[in-house]
């Protein structure tokens, strides 16, 4: 006897939209990196200037958290500005990074870095010098959050979404976008055009021939 369910579809299941944060919470987050969070006083200066480069690199390059803490010190190339990273299924791309990033990694990897007494090449330290952990940077950047005073909940893909939400409202093209977050698929760059429809419209009515 057939089933009377097997020509039935399953429902779609409710796309999850990116969360992000605004342009100025950020802008709260960078600055708070200048004070940085409490760390046992040996370490402190060290350890503050390595969450100011991460931070900044994680809003300059859209990177998952698990291909940040697998950065080692040859995949960065400060003088070009740029890293080279391995993506889901090891897939390899070339990331670009802002110079006011690159001030930053390079202040940590000349001057700090060195005194965590590096037992491993992964360029994020912990203050044992072993590579830092996704958890622990999941950690320094709800405390960072907690003290630039901002309620949202913030993560590494938080920041990520971010970089491709502020990115997109600037006005860069999805093709571009899609390959510096290293999606293999454009589809799931797409997700990001739900997030800003009025800058969408915006950019409609200024570029399309009869927009107006």
Same mark, same amino acid.
């Given at each position: ?33 200048? @004070? *940085?969070?409490?760390?046992? +006083? ?5 350890? $503050?200037?390595? #969450?100011? !480069? /991460?931070? &900044? =690199?994680?809003?300059? @390059? *859209?990177?998952?958290?698990? +291909? ?5 010190? $040859?995949?960065? #190339?400060? !003088? /070009?500005? &740029? =890293? ?23 202040? &940590?990897l000349e001057e700090h870095r060195p005194r965590l007494h590096p037992a491993t090449d992964h360029f ?31 993560s590494p893909h938080v920041l990520r979404h971010s970089f491709a939400t502020h990115l997109l409202q600037?006005?860069?093209n999805l093709r571009s976008l899609q390959m510096l977050l290293g999606h293999s698929d454009l589809s ?25």
């Amino acid at each position: 006897m057939k089933n009377p369910t097997d020509l039935l579809k399953s429902p779609k299941q409710p796309q999850c939209l990116p969360k992000f944060l605004t342009q100025e919470q950020v802008g709260s987050l960078l600055l708070i990196t200048e @004070t *940085g969070i409490p760390y046992r +006083e040996n370490h402190e200066k060290a350890l $503050h200037t390595r #969450d100011r !480069a /991460m931070v &900044y =690199l994680l809003y300059a @390059t *859209g990177l998952r958290v698990s +291909e940040l803490v697998g950065l080692t010190t $040859h995949d960065l #190339d400060l !003088a /070009m500005s &740029y =890293l080279r990273v391995k993506g889901k299924g090891e897939k390899e791309r070339i990331t670009p990074f802002a110079p006011v990033a690159g001030k930053h990694l390079a202040l &940590y990897l000349e001057e700090h870095r060195p005194r965590l007494h590096p037992a491993t090449d992964h360029f994020f330290l912990n203050e044992r010098g072993f590579a830092l952990t996704r958890q622990a940077v999941w950690r320094i950047l709800k405390s960072l959050a907690l003290q630039a005073g901002i309620s949202a909940p913030l993560s590494p893909h938080v920041l990520r979404h971010s970089f491709a939400t502020h990115l997109l409202q600037s006005g860069m093209n999805l093709r571009s976008l899609q390959m510096l977050l290293g999606h293999s698929d454009l589809s799931t760059t797409q997700i990001y055009t739900h997030v800003t429809p009025e800058h969408l419209k915006a950019a409609h009515r200024k570029y399309h021939p009869r927009g107006e």
